[in-house]
């Protein structure tokens, strides 16, 4: 959970003057200190990683230091989200083993539990998160006034968050979710489909899906491990270098692949190939399948492209 310090914005009209007078104590507690130390002029920061001075602004706040190191430090940023990620994780699997402890007898969990008495009351910043993930809002619509007064028609009180502030909080989304994606694949067995396309604006996109079969339910699964712009060249090596970098940030091993399913056109067959040597490598036995939804289209394809000459040749016999 952001600290107030994190949650205050330059729009923000909740700060009052006793939180900003107390700011400079409370802020020494937040995470970025690791990297700061202050300068004689209370206004500034002293960064440890580049020595550069950075202006805390005029209510003292840690916002600046936090979207310098996001900028300048992507790597320590990302590391910091990674921690908080996994801290989250292993707080809420905690939390789960107690409950199902107190479950486990059911005549016993009626007295030592309250947790069906109480209604888990969702918070606006997770809320907003979901919604505009899940309905692909761009980044300004927090700073739209129409959008901020219904939620201020809503509830008076309703925080006001700027751009950067749900930027900051998507990265942590971001980096939990991963964390979460990779609790779940550990030690699955599993089979991933790749391929690359041409956008209208000729762009080039290649896509990673991992596919596993969960033991306990026997349900299909699928997570898409990423949808990136294509920076490099086309070949087959290519695709199989990006799939192998998003195979490797999901620790997900060649020994646990079973399968690899691409379609059936020159280039995807080759990177099967290549898929297959490489698994077989790293002693593991992934198996390439050409996609048959694919090669159905070319046949299809293929049987109705005589159709037309077939259809010219019965009106021809019937005008003789
Ligand atoms: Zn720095």
């Known amino acids: 959970m952001a600290t107030p310090e994190q949650q205050r914005t330059p729009n923000d009209r909740s700060t009052r003057p006793s939180e900003i007078a107390s700011s400079s104590s409370s802020s020494s507690r937040s995470w970025v200190w690791e990297y700061y130390s202050k300068d004689t002029n209370p206004i500034f920061a002293l960064c440890s990683l580049c020595r550069t001075k950075v202006n805390r602004g005029k209510d003292m706040s840690t916002g600046p230091l936090m979207r310098h190191l996001q900028r300048k430090h992507d790597r320590v940023y990302r590391q910091h989200l990674s921690a908080k990620a996994l801290l989250r994780l292993s707080q809420s699997s905690s939390m789960h083993t107690t409950i199902t402890d107190s479950t486990g007898d059911s005549a016993i969990s009626s007295t030592l539990t309250l947790d069906p008495f109480f209604i888990n009351c969702p918070s606006f910043d997770d809320c907003l998160l979901k919604w505009m993930i899940s309905s692909y809002q761009p980044l300004r619509i927090v700073e739209d006034p129409y959008f901020r007064r219904m939620c201020q028609s809503l509830n008076k009180k309703a925080p006001i968050i ?27 067995h599993f089979s991933f489909t790749t391929d690359g396309w041409t956008s209208l604006a000729n762009i080039g996109y290649v896509t990673c899906t991992a596919h596993f079969i969960d033991r306990t339910t026997w349900k299909l699964h699928s997570f898409v491990m990423g949808l990136y712009e294509k920076d490099g060249g086309s070949r087959h090596e290519d695709i199989v270098d990006y799939c192998e970098t998003q195979l490797s940030f999901f620790n997900l091993p060649y020994s646990h692949a079973v399968a690899v399913v691409t379609d059936t056109e020159n280039t995807m067959v080759a990177a099967g190939r290549l898929f297959v040597q490489h698994s077989a490598e790293a002693n593991g036995s992934t198996k390439w399948l050409g996609c048959i939804d694919h090669l159905l289209q070319l046949v299809t394809k293929k049987a109705f492209s ?13 005008t003789l």
């Open 162 to 188: 700027s751009r950067d502030k749900i930027k900051a909080l998507l990265a942590e989304r971001f980096q939990l979710t991963v964390e979460l994606t990779k609790n779940i694949l550990k030690g699955q």
């Open 306 to 318: 005589g159709m037309f000459f077939v259809y010219c040749f019965f009106i021809y016999l019937c």
